[in-house]
């Protein structure tokens, strides 16, 4: 049987800036910071509006479950490639992707 006490960590400013010092954490946040911000927005978004996942797939006019594979797609790296293509049209022109849910 494992002892071991959970300890949670606190992810707070500091955490975060510890983890970004470290060059290759930094580098693979550098790169999928259109990805975060993506993310972010949606799940901003969702929580603005008090729902839940089945709430929003239902008004959808879809399961819940897919609701929560694209929310999860972002952040498992399985992310649409219609936004990858964006990103890299983006850069292509000199921008930058920036989606707003308004």
Known sequence: ???DIYQPVP????FRE??????AVKADYDANITTYAILD?????RREAGL???QVAERMGTKASA????????????HSSSIDTLRKYAAA???RLEVRLV
Not at 18 to 23: A, I, K
């Open 52 to 54: 839940t996942q089945a």
């Open 41 to 45: 927005e949606i799940l901003s978004a």
């Open 67 to 78: 609701v929560a594979r694209l929310e999860s797609a972002l952040v498992s790296g399985k």
């Open 93 to 95: 022109v000199g921008k």
């Open 11 to 14: 992810h707070d400013a500091a």
């Open 18 to 23: 510890q983890l970004l010092s470290n060059p």
């Open 1 to 3: 049987m494992n002892n």
